[in-house]
Every structure is written in structure tokens, then in C-alpha cells.
């Protein structure tokens, strides 16, 4: 089977870049997938992506050797199941609160006897490779997200699930449930202080810490507090930061045309 | 009819700043819609776009004020009818080097008695208005490329052509003719000359200089230079160096995990 | 945030015209949006309408002050959610029957700590603005569907959950469960009781009432019942029975070919 | 081969009744399919369509015993080519004026020796049957439009092409060309008299004359003035007419919701 | 009513042949629905394709008189009525291995008084019939997999839910659960006695027996064994052992090019 | 820039053994990928691809080394550049027939000075790397069809023109000008008799000679004949050939069901 290189970098100890696509868009992704990232997410929960066109998307990331992962929109069989069987090398499952909710999450993402997880890795054999079978159960990545007080607080019952790898920070969620505003890259207390808590809990269960972020700045942070898996913005966020900068550079000059007679 | 505010920035002697869309996606081009741009151009040639997907790209630019265009694949009736009958105020046409060429494309644009594009507004008349019909002719923008060699020796030939409002420039391509390497934001004598006429030939003729460019920086000098139609790179090269640049800050410091003890 | 039209109109004490579309086509909810309705609901129910291509047609109809609203499939936080986020103003979800679902509805419609939706209004917060998340718990709607003989009799427990802003009743799903023949119209005395019955509650609640309708002519009759929120057939019904009509006037006649000698 | 159920109604001296498909939907096509028309035309020009779209719709019109047709964007054999692999049983081809024109539509349409159609019916023969290569020059119908001045003066001289099977009449662009205003169901002399010499001049050559009209009751006058082949607005037409009517009749009344208290 | 003639087939105490869809294709289902199946399944779960896809492919195949069928992702009302609402004749349930999912699958397929499901057959009436909601209950098929040690043992207490009118096993999920390798065409005994137990269960409560086969060869032997439903391979397995054979028949040849001097 | 290993084959003597692409799908075109071909075309004339969907399929393709290339509907440089930029290795043009009709092709497919391609790489940068516009006009492939008794005739005009790599043989066509049936493996001694004279040409040119086949066997004999690019048929007519092939070994036994009692 393909090599999962995510892992191997987190049994490196070191942290794994992560880009993230919103855009619904095969070409799009081919485009992210050239520009240095170790990992790259299609967000199938609050991107503008559903399961017909992320798969033209993992296609397009499977043109490089960086490691396809999908947010789901929810803790579903159905659809944790069908985006395994389109090639991810591992999911990331939204407001897992409990570890019941870790439980079942796993499940999904495992064949009997781990699991109830179906066969049928039509696409995902022909991207793993014809041993896919002998190896998903231990290769692909089932990261659950830590995203709620609630969360926060069974945090070590949920990592004590068998089968996961690594959990996700989604700061806005965490910030709402902690009565903050919410926004990546937090600086408010009651968030930060969370972030630290979980990222030290992963670090007792050796599990890898993951987190979303709005800047490269915010993430350098991350990682030096320990966290292994790191998102930076998302492919339709820096399309449209780019853009602002660009027009902001020619508006503040004035649009004026030159010296020459106006048409 | 809903007014071509790009020809209201002409009139006033400004120049407009244009968007280019090469990602086959509305989703993307909404998002750009809301950077700033006075217009935004589908890119049907060298973009990743076809009609189908251009008609949602079109309403999602409908969705804000900013003026929506289209560049075709080349200047053949049946790809610029059926742009401008999907609501297009004004298009872009490529390698327009002689005086017929350029006469051929004007006469696709233009209702008889002036042309002979075929009638049938079908999503024009609803993004324009119901008087649609009275004014296409008048309001929508024809925008001869000029890029090779052979169109700056025809420059006023060609815009001596009834119903041309502008032209653009393909600086790769008229790089290639000129027998310097394609790229864009040219430096090259010979292009910067010929860059440099067309602007001049447009003056005399009371027509708007476009020209697409990389940066900013290079589009404040064409606006200074008499261009009053600057294109600043494209959704996908926006995408791209705001992905390189952030993926650059974290490789840079390296992406070791930080002082807690690895996983 | 842009202002929720229907909230408006429901507070003057008037109804709201609202259109249907079951077609998956972003050109054929355009072309709705520009026939007078005050707002338009996606089926992703029992029209032929998947996420995908939902959101190019909450794209379309965003090309003008219609308001976009979505019917989900179902009492599903992963749909909800993925459909709120797409930039619709209200969802109306199928049959809700007891008090402890319409709690689960309402908390996947609202963020913490009114509820559990996630964060992430990716193209909400183009479409609402950039103050989206400041309102959005106050200004979407949310609107159960009564159309069962149960919800019927758990009408008031349903109605006092916090946070239900009107009801949609189905006609067909509540003649179902009411012994009768599924259809819109109804004047089975057992349906239209039950249909009295709700808007009633509505009132004492404070709450809208909505209702699916065949023709002008019944939706009308609701209004004078008190119902504040009407939908008129829906686009392929439109289509169709125009067709029928059309058609009918040919077949009528006969098609024979005129005086001249036949081909 | 499947039969060609239209030249069998033009042999009887009938007029057929066709309908129109401008929204990109193999759903809706298939709703017009049941209907009652003899035909259903796919339009490519100015309808919203593409070609892949239009496979997908004459897929859904060929679940029933309609005839599908397609009007390509322009006379351009990779167009006529492609369509007519796709199965459609005839095409109506734009802004036919000349003999020339007219033989190098008809020669697009035909297998060599009569033409130069590159072999290759995937799809047209399974909807045709095996033998669809024996009875294709035969059985398929070339349309040329007649919707210029120029055409009217060469009416003649474009009948007299070999394989012409009808010519269809497009109203508006002829009268743009005659000096009127362009649309349908035309009651300014020039252009009648127009169409009255286009159906004449069909006789004489033994071809089936087709107009494109918006009203039924229109149609009836053209099938009493020998017109054979009759369309009915289109798709959308119908949808937006019925849409329109329906909302009329809310609003002329009020919105007012009813006599109980309001919300 | 359209008739169910995969019940007929049944009833005749005869086997149905089923193809398998997994390639989102219309044109791939289409030319499947040519080759002699008396039935072709859209594969939802393990296969390429989402709901949008499949209604495309449900009308492809409509254009024969193969039935169509589709396997869902999961247990989900939600995708069981949405399906049904697009034409299916019948509907595949994976992983149904207790009573009460076998009750609940059921309660989604009928609708009010035998179940739950919501009224709205937008596109089933138009390929089913007018009368279609009169006979839905009884005519279409609701046939759970039968997949794991699990739903062996309960197979009697499964089996007796009213309303299931076949069961389908899915040899590989079953195999992983009897702890032998996932695959097609089984050999191993306790997976070969599993199958067995299951048609027998199936004649004792007159229930068809359905199984995937990855060959004719086995669907032959399970026929034999009183299988009354076989599907064989699929569309994208025919299609790459096809080629896996051309290629191979090639290749063992060498590709040398013959005896004229090499280019 | 990733090398073209279709050229390399061809240097070294040998043949190519080519895949042909009919259905518009980029899962199919993943799994042809990995059935051992050196090269895929995507037929874009008879097949039903369009460019948008032939994107995503030269994606799939591009998850392997295999080789892809398109062919085009027409010899129209709209297509040629569009499909040439989503990074095609090479294309095939049908119907050329005559000197000026390959020049135009070549023409088309080089950058200035050697052609008139635009500039715009936009995918085939991704896919060829950073250097492509260096050696695209000397690595991609320019195949024009001979197809025709004309084309034959004109045959070392054709192959005179600077710039053709290799010709493509199309046997139905060139039956039908020949006044034969149009089939593919042709034994009808005018065509066998063509298709030897084009081989011989090639060889004389130094230019590689490709033919369509149905069947391994007959491009055995076509490699023998010192054929360099063999198509075996397509991925739709693999599929219907084993279905077919499937479904006869279940028919021919009788499809009553077992020795158990009848449901």
C-alpha cells in the first residue's frame, strides 16, 4: 500500500503542513497540490465541496505524492465510509464531545473485526494499491475534533478510543462554546488555555495535535507548543487575501490613466 | 438596460481594474466578486472553463455590481454569441491581426443591421433588462487582442474597425512573435516598445488600452503609461502565491514538533 | 447583515409569496427570481436538487432581493448545516412530530450557545455579509414541517420550543396519515381541519404558518385562513402546465398543414 | 432503425408540434418529454445548453417516443457532427443564407459519398439500433434556419441543396434584417410577408416549412398557412409565463394574511 | 403502473440478472442497459456516485425496460426517499442486521399507514405512471443485505419484518465478519455455509435471495443453490478485465514494430 | 519537462499501445489508467467527452505515467489550444486531408515562430513542469487523421509538412470513402490496401503510423505491418463486450432458480 507520509512525519516529530479546499473545483486542488504542502484536506463540512466533486479533487491531488484527507460534514457512516472508499488516507470528524461519539467515529473507519466499516474501496485500492485491504485498518488517519468545552472536558476518555490517531482543533467552535468570539489564530484566554490543554493531553496519549489556523505566523505558534498537524487558511482564503492586497496596492494610488489624452 | 460601468470609468478618463476567473467554479468567482474589482473576466481560452460552467460563473459575478466579461477561445461566432446571449457585457477575443479579422469579430457582436449576431438574449435579457435589445449594441465592449507582431504593424487598421471600445494585450503572446520569451509584466525592449505603441495607437483612435499583468506594481506603470484596462494575474495565481509565500514562513523555521515530547 | 425580507413581511401581518424549485438548474431559479415572489425555496427534499448544485442555484437567485430559503431532506445536522452555510436565510424540514425533534432542529440551526451549529458560513457570510455571525441566530429562519396526524396532536409541545419561527405544512404527508388521499388543495374535511387546526396554534403561539399549495386560487383561501406564508406549485409544475395548455390548443384543432399542397 | 416518427407526420401532411429545451436539465427535459409534443428540440444557440448537458437531456427525452432534435450554435461540422453522434434524430442549423452555406450543412450531416460525417455513432446508435448507419442519410433531418433578408432573396438557390428536409424560420433575426424589431409571432408586414414567401417557396421544393412561434394560437395560423413544423415558446417560457400568472393572481388581491391575529 | 418485472421474474420462480453501476456516468448506464440485464443497480455506497449522478443514470436507464435499482450508503431515510422520489424499483439497504433496522428501512420505503415515507414522486410518477402512489407500496422492492455474523443469526427475526421482499449478501462484508479475507465468489466454508443458511432462511419466509458474484460462473452456482438475484461484476470490472485481456494479448507478443525500418 | 515516453517507444522501434476514452468520466479514465496502456486518448469527437469533463479525465490519467492525449472534434485551433493547455501529450485531428489542412494543424500546436498557438499553459505547466514552454513545440505530439480516399491520395503532401510526428489511422471512414462499410479490423482489399500504403508513406517520411483496432488480434497484425500506435477499441466498448460475454454464460443455462422451493 502507498505509504500514509503523515504519519511518518509525526513518527519523526515533526509537524505535518496542511492546505485546505473550500472551492469545488478539481483544478483548483491541483493547483494547491503544487505549492508545498504535506497534506491536503478537502472540507466536505463547511467548504463548498460535496462527494461527486471531491473526488475529482482527490484525483486531482493524487496527481503528487501529497497525502489526500477529508473533513467530513458529520460523525455519519454513510459518509465517512464513501469518502474512505474515494482514497482518503484519513478523515477528520467533526464535534466528537464524547467518547461514545469516538467510538462509533472509529468504527466507521474500520473493518470487522475493529469495526463495521463496508468494503468497497473502489477508487481507494486503485490509489492505495491492490494490498489497500491488508493495511487501511492501520494506515489511515481518523482524527476526531476537539472543538467544544464539552470536548475539552471528556478529552482524556476520548483519547483513550483505540484507533485515533490525532484530533483537530477547530477554534471558532471552541471559542462559541467558550463564550468567546468566534476566530482562528485566538488570543483570548479561555481558547488558548483549551488549546494548550488538549495539545498536553495529546501528548500523554501520543496522539498528534492538529489545529486550524489563519496564518503562517499563528501556526509557528502551534507548532512549538507541541501540536503536529497544522492548516494554514484555505485555498478560496488566500485567493481572496492575494486579491484584496493586489486591488488595495492599485486603489491607493488612484486609477487615474496616464499622461496621454483620455479616451 | 443595466448600465456597463466599465464604460463610465472610460468616459471619465480612469482606468478600470479587472479580476481574470481561470478556476472553473461560481464559488470561486463569487468570492473574487467581493475583492474589489471593477470588472471580472472569464477566461474561455487559456482558462479551465467552458460554457456550461462559465453561465454559473457569470451569475455569481451578477450577484454584485462588478461588470462581467469573458474572454473566448478564439473569434469564432458560435463562442462569442453564445457568451454574450449568457450575459456578458463585453468580451475579450484573441490574435485579432488584420483588419478583417477584426471586422468579422465586431460583426458577431453587433445586431443587424451593423452585424450579424443571431438574436436570443436568453439569460443577457434578464442580467441586462428587458430593453436589453435596445442597447447591446451601443452598450457591450468589443476587445480586439493585439499580440503578435503582425497586429501592432495593423494596429490602425484594426481600430479604424466601426465598434471596437478597446483592445487588449497579451504580453506573452506578442513576446513570442517578437522572439522574446512569453511572460508577463515584460521588461524586453522589443515589447515594451510595442506595448508602448499600442497605448499611442489607441489614444489616436479614441480607444481604451488594456493589458494583463502579473502585479500591481507592473499595472500602475501601464495606467501611468495610458493603459486604462489593467488585469492583475488571475484567481488561480492568487491562490498559488499566497499558498507559496505562507508555506514558505513555516518550512523556513522548519516544522519540527515543538518542546513536548514527540509522539 | 442583509436584511431576512420574510421576517419583515411576516411582522406587518402580511404573507409572503414564496416559489419552489425542484429543478437542478442555477438558469431556471434565475428566471424564477424575476417572477415576483418574495422568496424562493430549494427542495432538496423531493425536487431533483443535490448540495452541489443547490448552491449555484442560492447563487442565482442571490442575483436579486428574492430570498433564498432550502427545504433539507431531513432532520440532519450534516445537511443543515451544509445548506445554512451555503447562504440560505431559513430551512423548512420534513416531518417534525414531537417536541424533543424540533429541539434538535433548532440547536442545528444555531450556534452556541443557543444550539450546536458549527462554525463556518463560508459563502453565508458572502451572500449575509461580514457581520453574519453576529445575527444569524436571530434572523434565519427555522420551520418545522407539520404534515403528520401525530405532529398534529403535539402541535403546541412542538411550537414552544424556543427558537421556531413559523411551521410549512404538507398537505400530501398529512393526508396521508389522516386516512386520506395525497394531494395539494385539500377539502377532505378531515385535512382541512387539521390544516385549521395548525394555523390556529400558529397564532397562539406567535408563530407563522406556511402551507404548500397546487394554484393562486387555494393559496388565497390560506391568507384568509391566516396562513402567512404560501408557496404557489413549483417551477416543473409551472412548466408543465403551460405546456399542457399550449399544446391543447394545437391538438384541438387538429394539425393538418394548410391549403397549400402538402410536403 | 427507430423510426423518425417526424418525416412520417410530414408525409402525411400534418404539422408537427415541437417543443423547446433552453434550460440546461436533463430533469426538465424529461418533464417536457411527457407533455405531449411530437419533438423536443435541444437549443444549443441561444438556449443554455452545452453538449454535454444536451446529452444527458436527450438521454431523458429518449425515455419516451418524442422525437429529439438539437439546433446547434452555428454551421460548423465539429458541432454537427458531435450532436448528431449523441442521437439526435435531425438539427436545425443557424443563419443558413447562401447555397454554399447550405451544402456544406447538409454535407456535415451526411456519410461519404454524400457528405464527409466522420463515421463514429456511439451513442446514436444505440438510441437508433444497429442499423443506424444503413438508414442515417436517410432518416435524419437537415433544417437549415431562413432568418435573413439574404436567405429570403436565396431562398431558391438554398432549397434546391440536396438533403434539405425543411428549413426552420427564425422570426426575430429576420425581422432585424427586414428593419423591424425583433420578435416572435410577427404581425409587421415585412416580415409576414417574409414567411409567407419562405412557406411557398418550401412547397415548390417539396420541404417542410418550420417557424418558431410564442403562442399556440399563433402556431395555428402558421399550421393554416402551411407551416408543418410548429414550436411553442420553450422550457423556460412556460415556466416564467405560469409563474408569472399564478403570482398575479396573489397579488392583485393582496397579501394580506387572514383574520385571526397577526404574528 | 409501470410493472416491477423483477417481481414477475420472481414470481415465475426464476433468477434476476442484475448489472452494477459504479461509474458516474449516464453514458456508461446507458450502454449497460444494453447488454441483456433484466436489472442494473446504482451503486450508492461502494460506487462513484452521488445522488445528482445517479438521477441521470436512473434516466439512461430508463430509456430500456431493464428495471432500475440503487443500492443506498446506509440506513438513512433521508437517502432512501430520495432515491425512491427519483424512480428507483427498488431499493439495496447495506449492513441491516437487527429487526428494528430492518423495521426502520421499511417504515422509509412505505409510505403512511405502512411507513414513513414523505409523499412527493416528482420524477418515480413520471417514470412509474400517474397511478404511481397507488401501487408504490406494494410494487417496489425493499431487499436489506444480509452482510454480517450478526445478521445471520438474527436472519429469522429479520426476515419475518413485513413489507422486505428479498435480501442481498455482500460476500465480502460477511467474509471480514466470519474472520476470512473480503472477496467475491467465496470458497471458504464458513462463508459458503452462511450463504447457504441465507436462502434457506429466504425460502422459509418467501423472500428472494440476492448475492453479488464477481463471475457468471458463480452467480450460475448460486442460482443453482436456489439464488433467486445475482448481479455480476460491474461496469468498471468488465471494463478492466476487457482491457487487462487486450492489453495482455498485445503484450505477450512484444510491441515491436513490424519488418519496415523502425521510425 | 515530464518526458514523452510515446516518443521514446517510437525511437526505440516499437509500438504504443493505446487506450481510448469514450465516456465522460474521470473515474473510468482512472481505472483505464491502470490496465496497462502507454497511452489514453480522450476522443472528444465520437466519444462524449466535452473539454470541461476531459479535464478532470486528463487528471485521472495524470495519477499514472501513462500518457494522455485527446482527440479533437475538428481541425479548429480553438480546440486544438484549449485541450493542448489542459496538458495533453499530443493530439489527434480527424479529416485532414490536405497539405494547406495539416499546416493549419502544426500551425495550431507550435508556439511563434513555428505557429500561431497562444500562450496560456495554464494545467500543462502543472502537469509538464516549469520548463514546458521550452520544449513544448518539440515534445507534444501532432497526429492529423488519414481517413479519406483524398488523404490517401495526397499522402506525402501531408507528411511533408514539418511538425507531424505521426499520422492516425481511422478504418470507418476510410471504408466509407472507399466505398466499403465502415468497420473497424478491415478485411475489404481497397482498405487493407490504403492502410498498407499509409504505413509504407510513414516509413518514408520517418513518421510513426497509428490505427484504431476492435480487436488485440488485428493490432497484432497492424504492428506487424509495422504500425507503431495501436488503439484497442474503447473503455464502453470493453465494458458492453464483457457484460455481453457475462450475461450469455448466465442466459445460455437458464436462469430458473434452484432445486429449493420457489419464492
Known amino acids: 500500500m502507498r505509504e500514509n507520509t503523515v504519519k511518518k512525519i509525526w513518527a519523526r516529530g515533526e509537524a505535518v503542513v496542511n492546505g485546505w479546499l473550500s472551492i469545488p473545483s478539481s483544478f483548483a486542488a491541483e493547483v494547491?497540490?503544487?505549492?508545498?504542502?504535506?497534506?491536503?484536506?478537502?472540507?466536505?463540512?463547511?467548504?463548498?465541496?460535496?462527494?461527486?466533486?471531491?473526488?475529482?479533487?482527490?484525483?486531482?491531488?493524487?496527481?503528487?505524492?501529497?497525502?489526500?484527507?477529508?473533513?467530513?460534514?458529520?460523525?455519519?457512516?454513510?459518509?465517512?465510509?464513501?469518502?474512505?472508499?474515494?482514497?482518503?488516507?484519513?478523515?477528520?470528524?467533526?464535534?466528537?464531545n464524547t467518547r461514545a461519539q469516538a467510538e462509533a467515529l472509529v468504527g466507521a473507519c474500520k473493518y470487522a473485526p475493529r469495526g463495521y466499516r463496508s468494503w468497497g474501496p473502489v477508487r481507494a485500492s486503485i490509489y492505495g494499491g491492490a494490498d489497500y485491504g491488508d493495511h487501511a485498518n492501520?494506515?489511515?488517519?481518523?482524527?476526531?475534533?476537539?472543538?467544544?468545552?464539552?470536548?475539552?472536558?471528556?478529552?482524556?476518555?476520548?483519547?483513550?478510543?483505540?484507533?485515533?490517531?490525532?484530533?483537530?482543533?477547530?477554534?471558532?467552535?471552541?471559542?462559541?462554546?467558550?463564550?468567546?468570539?468566534?476566530?482562528?489564530d485566538q488570543t483570548d484566554p479561555p481558547v488558548v488555555e483549551a488549546q494548550q490543554k488538549i495539545v498536553e493531553a495529546c501528548k500523554r496519549h501520543g496522539v498528534a495535535a492538529g489545529i486550524h489556523n489563519?496564518?503562517?505566523?499563528?501556526?509557528?505558534?502551534?507548532?512549538a507548543a507541541g501540536y503536529q498537524f497544522v492548516t494554514l487558511a484555505s485555498d478560496s482564503r488566500f485567493m481572496a487575501a492575494k486579491a484584496t492586497e493586489e486591488v488595495a496596492v492599485i486603489r491607493k494610488t488612484g486609477v487615474k490613466a496616464g499622461t496621454l489624452p483620455a479616451y
Open 214 to 223: 489563519a496564518t503562517a505566523a499563528y501556526a509557528q505558534k502551534m507548532i
Open 32 to 96: 494547491m497540490a503544487h505549492q508545498g504542502f504535506d497534506s491536503l484536506t478537502v472540507d466536505m463540512q463547511h467548504g463548498v465541496v460535496d462527494y461527486q466533486t471531491a473526488v475529482t479533487m482527490l484525483q486531482a491531488v493524487s496527481t503528487t505524492r501529497v497525502i489526500p484527507l477529508a473533513r467530513v460534514p458529520w460523525n455519519d457512516p454513510a459518509l465517512l465510509m464513501k469518502i474512505l472508499d474515494a482514497g482518503v488516507y484519513g478523515v477528520i470528524c467533526p464535534m466528537i
Open 138 to 184: 492501520e494506515d489511515l488517519i481518523v482524527m476526531p475534533m476537539i472543538e467544544t468545552a464539552e470536548a475539552v472536558k471528556n478529552i482524556d476518555e476520548i483519547l483513550r478510543v483505540p484507533g485515533i490517531d490525532a484530533v483537530y482543533v477547530g477554534p471558532s467552535d471552541l471559542s462559541l462554546t467558550l463564550g468567546c468570539k468566534p476566530r482562528l
